[in-house]
């Protein structure tokens, strides 16, 4: 069979060849993922713009830097912070040694790091639970907050009235006092931890404004759905949470 001679066959023979010779294109990257959380054990509240930053080293060098593999970031100020690192597998050496690192940040300023060897990738199981250490603080017994004397200063997410003074008493033996801004009142609290539950609480029956009582009504009732105790760092407000975590009031210390 004779082939015949035209442009357009020179030029698909060409093309096939080119094809020939041209070397296989690269397997597609096989994407994987670490997973874990973040914990320090610090009873504080991040500020609100605190970054939680987790990298995947290659740190086979003694001598030299660690490498960046790859890196997330979780944005929140409550923790134990989950995180998922997705990484390359193209990047992994199977002869080489990987960690994680974790820090925060709020800013340029660095908060926490991790101060020990996370490692991960070497066969057995991954230490993917990062625990975290306060940056340039000094080791410090717990915070004695909830106790002491304070004043509201937000119930329900607004600023607590004008010109009426709520309180709240709580001694290191449980016992709780305080004013609702016309009724005194009292009764005990249990704390364990960061957990706080108050009995029911009883208080005088003075009358006053509708606007005192109002306040007053929402506090006592407020108390009744709280579970936990938080000290914000930044303000120094002790918040009072209930059981989601949601913030039912604050208070300053008096």
Request: glycine fraction near 10%; include cysteine.
């Amino acid at each position: 069979m004779r082939l015949i001679d035209s442009p357009i066959s020179r030029r698909a023979l060409a093309g096939l060849l080119l094809a020939a010779a041209m070397p296989a294109a690269p397997a597609l990257a096989a994407a994987r993922s670490l997973r874990g959380s973040v914990v320090y054990r610090e009873r504080l509240v991040l500020p609100p713009g605190a970054v939680v930053e987790v990298r995947l080293l290659d740190i086979s060098l003694a001598d030299a830097p660690a490498r960046t593999i790859a890196e997330t970031r979780v944005y929140g100020r409550r923790l134990p912070a989950r995180w998922i690192l997705r990484y390359d597998t193209r990047q992994i050496e199977p002869r080489h040694s990987y960690a994680l690192q974790a820090r925060i940040l709020d800013g340029d300023r660095l908060l926490f790091v991790t101060t020990e060897r996370h490692s991960v990738l070497a066969g057995g199981r991954d230490a993917t639970t990062l625990r975290m250490e306060r940056v340039g603080q000094p080791e410090q017994a717990p915070p004695a907050a909830p106790f002491g004397n304070w004043r509201l200063a937000q119930l329900g997410g607004t600023a607590a009235q004008a010109g009426t003074e709520s309180t709240l008493g709580i001694s290191a033996d449980g016992k709780v006092s305080g004013r609702g801004g016309c009724n005194g009142f009292g009764g005990s609290a249990t704390v364990k931890g960061q957990g706080i539950r108050f009995s029911r609480l009883v208080s005088t029956m003075m009358a006053c404004t509708p606007e005192v009582m109002s306040q007053e009504r929402r506090l006592l009732d407020g108390l009744g759905t709280v579970r936990r105790w938080e000290l914000q760092p930044d303000s120094g407000l002790l918040a009072l949470l209930d059981g989601r975590g949601r913030t039912i009031m604050t208070f300053a210390r008096k």
